[in-house]
């Protein structure tokens, strides 16, 4: 199959790679591309942070920019939305590092059953609690879903925007006859920025017939919910929220 992949480097270069090893050819189109704003200097001291939440690998960029300063630092418990980003966080050098489940939703929960306040005035116990607010590690544009949740449960928390992701402009002419021709059989989608921002391509750039037969395959149901209704009946949601669910998506369509 000739699949589209929209997700930013450097993770569509390895998408790509894997789909190539299972016998599909790869079309890197990223929506998005980042880039790094802020440093390890903008962190609070070590000694006033709970845990760090990160929903992204990119998150962990900044630690590789420049040497940390206060070795505790390494020793903060990590709170990462799936795998990726958790991997991301120990390759860093972080050596406590819980896995949130795959989505924003399922993360939140997590750090709800860790840090929320109960009923006598304590913490819920767990082993990673402090007392300390907790950092998020966060990105732009994002959801306000980790931010809202972290509020309404009364967890103390800060956010460091910690990375920027802007949307990549192309022409009509380079996406129809680098990324459309031939048109792709499959669209893969690991962020709802990136659904929605191919949904605004396509509508701009008139591409309605032209994927009238493409398969779109997304890593989560909020995902799925920035695309067009009528795209609907060709669109298939990951069973889990990782990459190897996704890719196994594709394969079932043959």
């Given at each position: 199959m000739r699949v589209l992949v929209t997700r930013p480097q450097p993770g569509a270069d390895r998408t790509a790679a894997r789909l190539s090893r299972l016998g599909h050819e790869a079309v890197i189109m990223p929506l998005f591309e980042g880039s790094v704003t802020a440093t390890i200097d903008d962190?609070?001291?070590?000694?006033?942070?709970?845990?760090?939440?990160?929903?992204s690998a990119r998150a962990f960029v900044m630690f590789a920019k420049q040497p940390v300063p206060e070795s505790g630092l390494f020793s903060t418990p990590v709170y990462a939305v799936g795998t990726a980003t958790a991997q991301a966080a120990r390759d860093a050098g972080f050596a406590h590092v819980v896995e949130g489940g795959g989505t924003a939703e399922a993360l939140l929960q997590t750090l709800i059953a860790h840090h929320a306040p109960v009923s006598n005035g304590g913490k819920t116990g767990r082993s990673f609690v402090t007392g300390k607010p907790l950092v998020y590690l966060a990105g732009v544009p994002r959801t306000t879903a980790i931010e809202v949740g972290l509020s309404t449960h009364r967890i103390r928390h800060s956010v460091v925007e910690c990375y920027r992701m802007t949307k990549i402009s192309y022409s009509t002419d380079i996406v129809k006859a680098d990324f459309f021709s031939p048109v792709p059989d499959g669209v893969l989608f690991y962020s709802a920025?990136?659904?929605?921002?191919?949904r605004e391509l396509a509508d701009t750039l008139a591409l309605?017939?032209?994927?009238?037969?493409?398969?779109?395959?997304?890593?989560?149901?909020?995902?799925?919910?920035?695309?067009?209704?009528?795209?609907?009946t060709r669109l298939t949601v990951a069973a889990r929220p990782d990459e190897d669910s996704l890719l196994t998506s594709l394969s079932a369509l043959g």
């Open positions: 962190l609070p001291p070590v000694a006033e942070i709970g845990g760090l939440i990160a929903t920025n990136a659904a929605k921002a191919f309605d017939e032209a994927i009238e037969s493409v398969r779109f395959l997304c890593l989560s149901a909020a995902i799925a919910d920035e695309l067009p209704s009528a795209w609907r």
